[in-house]
């Protein structure tokens, strides 16, 4: 049985993970939420105006009284700012398994900082949460991410071919999980 408490701060050694504020809509704007290929890469619209984001962030912030919801924003330590998000954005109750999805912001990529809050939130997910399986999926395109999320330890499971359509042109879906016991082994 799944054990639900929420978005709870998490601290790593270069980042705070934490509940999304309003004040967060400035660095949202400046260097994620309005860069279409970040977005696009995770399949999330773009947002170009403080009054778009303050409508997401309404739905982000009224979401977090849900004991099930788990959305983080990444703050880098160093700049203090909202550098990117981390979310469990599907938990499957009955089958005791969650989808982490993740984005960050351009200049702040190939630092290690999506690998550094990529392993807290899978760590969450099994010691706070008692998830069985955690898993990841990145569009074929994004070799970034594909290296993320070997980094953590996830093992591949497959790819559904053909995916999304974007620009165009047809993409697959790589889907990639970590168990518990694989998990646990490697602790």
Not at 95 to 111: D, L
Request: charged share 30%; glycine share 6%; hydrophobic share 30%.
């Amino acid at each position: 049985m799944l054990t639900h408490n929420g978005t709870k701060t998490i601290e790593t050694e270069r980042l705070i993970l934490r509940r999304f504020e309003y004040t967060d809509d400035t660095a949202m704007l400046k260097y994620w939420i309005a860069d279409e290929k970040i977005q696009s890469l995770y399949s999330e619209p773009v947002y170009s105006t403080k009054e778009e984001v303050k409508e997401l962030l309404d739905i982000y912030i009224g979401s977090y009284e849900k004991p099930d919801y788990y959305r983080w924003a990444i703050i880098e330590k160093d700049c203090g700012e909202c550098i990117g998000q981390i979310a469990y954005f599907l938990v499957d109750n009955k089958n005791h398994f969650a989808e982490i999805e993740y984005c960050i912001g351009s200049e702040f990529q190939c630092r290690g900082y999506a690998t550094e809050a990529a392993k807290a939130v899978i760590a969450f997910g099994f010691d706070e949460i008692n998830l069985h399986k955690v898993q990841i999926c990145t569009k074929t395109i994004n070799q970034p991410s594909k290296r993320v999320i070997e980094k953590c330890g996830l093992t591949y499971e497959g790819t559904l071919r053909d995916y999304f359509y974007m620009n165009g042109e047809y993409v697959g879906r790589h889907y990639f999980s970590i168990l518990r016991s694989e998990y646990e082994k490697n602790d």
